[in-house]
């Protein structure tokens, strides 16, 4: 199968408007149009349903939005690995969530990367459902999150603790007055919003509302406002008084995870990484 009839798939998908996605492609409309026909024809059933402007999935291109994810991927990671092969080289294929990235694992890719010289590095921002995903299609050989999966297939390993407090551009606000005014909200999965929930009921609807912890710092540094961020990632700005701990505001660490799958040609490889995750 033509792999470009696939990326044209997913960017209607992504944009709902043949328009936008032919835009996006540096394509004409009528081509993209004749894209998804092809691949309607491959198929043998209907992708979406056109009424007028409003593009919607069928059931069955629900269903394939998965499988052209994960094909797509493995062509990519096949012709990352071909190219690789000609320099004498492996690949290892690393994942998180946004968050992960910022709270920790950002800082230690250059340490993967100069300890382990003889491996090409792929680093992908990626939801935990998509990269279960990945790993499922071996497409991916690691894959760090905060809520693992309870899945026989896959190995989990304690990689490091990230402790989450909450500051905010006012000094000495105290914690009703912080959750109520210019809060803000960082995805930091299921069990931060639990313990969220049942520790701070009365917190008011988020201003902002991010998976990525960095968005929502150059946020809050810009505008102002309140928001649990990483101790590690706000330390020099409490330190120099741009930011402060709100008061009686509790304290919650997450535990991150690595997982991967149970049988993996590069498990030497990722030993080594799990380790120097867990040390770092």
């Not at 059933?45 to 052209?68: D, S």
């Not at 500051?167 to 960082?186: D, F, I, K, M, P």
Request: proline share 4%.
């Amino acid at each position: 199968m033509d792999t470009e009839l696939l990326k044209t798939f997913l960017e209607v998908h992504r944009t709902r408007h043949f328009g936008r996605a032919a835009e996006n492609l540096f394509l004409t409309p009528s081509a993209v149009s004749f894209r998804i026909r092809q691949l309607e024809t491959l198929l043998g059933t209907p992708l979406f349903t056109r009424h007028r402007n409003n593009i919607q999935l069928t059931n069955a291109g629900e269903r394939l939005v998965g499988h052209a994810d994960a094909m797509l991927l493995a062509w990519k990671r096949a012709q990352q690995e071909v190219a690789l092969g000609s320099r004498q080289m492996s690949q290892l294929a690393i994942a998180a969530p946004a968050n992960i990235w910022d709270a920790r694992l950002q800082d230690c890719l250059a340490q993967i990367g100069i300890s382990m010289p003889g491996f090409g590095l792929r680093a992908e921002i990626c939801a935990a459902t998509q990269g279960m995903r990945q790993l499922q299609a071996r497409t991916l050989d690691l894959l760090l999150m905060f809520d693992p999966p309870t899945n026989d297939e896959v190995e989990l390993s304690p990689l490091f603790e990230v402790e989450l407090v909450m500051v905010s551009s006012v000094e000495g606000q105290g914690l009703e007055e912080a959750v109520t005014e210019r809060y803000l909200r960082v995805d930091w999965g299921t069990a931060f919003s639990i313990r969220h929930a049942q520790a701070l009921p009365h917190a008011g609807a988020a201003i902002l509302h991010t998976p990525s912890a960095r968005i929502a710092l150059e946020f809050l540094l810009q505008s102002g406002g309140t928001v649990y961020l990483p101790r590690a990632m706000v330390e020099s700005h409490l330190q120099e008084g741009s930011l402060f701990l709100v008061d009686g505001a509790p304290v919650i660490a997450r535990q991150v995870y690595g997982v991967y799958l149970s049988q993996n040609e590069q498990a030497d490889a990722l030993k080594q990484v799990v380790e120097l995750l867990t040390l770092n």
